[in-house]
């Protein structure tokens, strides 16, 4: 028997074990160093809020308040009032129900014929038939300013002004989850660059109030899916 043969072969085991480590490491290395390059450079995922990712909610709409009051009587918040229209209360209604069809989510326009004026200002006293319908929220509203524009789409004399507040509980607890508040006035066009670029993004036009409270309530829409997409990612729902 050789004697020199078992070392040998040991040192060419030890050799080829050797190399199976290097290939090891030189494969590896550089995949992991990859991975944790991964990891530190990917930014954190955001929650992204558009109609493709999202629930289908139903909201429940309660008659909308209207207040000449400096105080919303709904959050006892204070607000600026301006001269309120006639058909404020519908052209509200045409630009939410615009505004919740453009994220996918339904809408049940609620009526409480019965109730008093007083008792309408409540959500208690919608709640009841949000649930009934369904709902996933209820939205109470409240118009403290609708103000038509003066003049014609190419010159206005006065531009349109809208304010209100859009409450919204959740219909199952009845907790209020969030209150939005948008008051505009389609500002006059002078050297101020913000002004002509809002301008230009109304397609160069002074806007009538519909359409700026359609624009409110895509806005308020839009924060509040923000709100509650934050919200869930916090507490991990
Ligand atoms: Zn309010």
Redesign the pocket.
């Known amino acids: 028997m050789n004697n020199e043969y078992l070392p040998q072969r040991r040192k060419e085991r030890k050799d080829e074990n050797l190399n199976q480590r290097a290939r090891f490491r030189a494969f590896f290395f550089p995949l992991f160093s990859l991975f944790l390059l991964g990891l530190w450079s990917c930014p954190k995922p955001q929650p992204v809020v558009s109609a493709s990712n999202l629930p289908q909610y139903k909201f429940a709409v309660a008659e909308v308040v209207v207040t000449k009051s400096a105080i919303?009587p709904?959050?006892l918040?204070p607000v600026f009032n301006c001269e309120v229209k006639d058909s404020a209360r519908e052209e509200f209604f045409e630009g939410l129900s615009m505004a919740l069809a453009k994220k996918g989510f339904g809408m049940v326009k609620l009526s409480l014929a019965e109730a008093s004026a007083e008792d309408k200002k409540k959500p208690e006293s919608w709640l009841p038939l949000a649930r009934k319908v369904k709902s996933d929220y209820l939205l109470l509203p409240?118009i403290y300013c609708w103000s038509e524009r003066k003049g014609s789409a190419v010159a206005s004399s006065s531009p349109a002004e809208v304010g209100f507040?859009e409450?919204i509980y959740e219909t199952a607890s009845g907790k209020e989850v969030w209150?939005g508040n948008f008051n505009e006035k389609q500002a006059p066009l002078s050297a101020n660059l913000l002004d002509l670029q809002e301008f230009l993004k109304r397609h160069g036009q002074w806007i009538k109030a519909d359409d700026l409270g359609q624009e409110g309530s895509e806005k308020l829409l839009e924060e509040f899916l923000k709100v509650m997409a934050e919200n869930a990612a916090n507490t991990g729902h």
Do not use: D
Request: hydrophobic share 25%.
């Open positions: 919303c709904v959050c918040r409240a507040h409450h209150g």
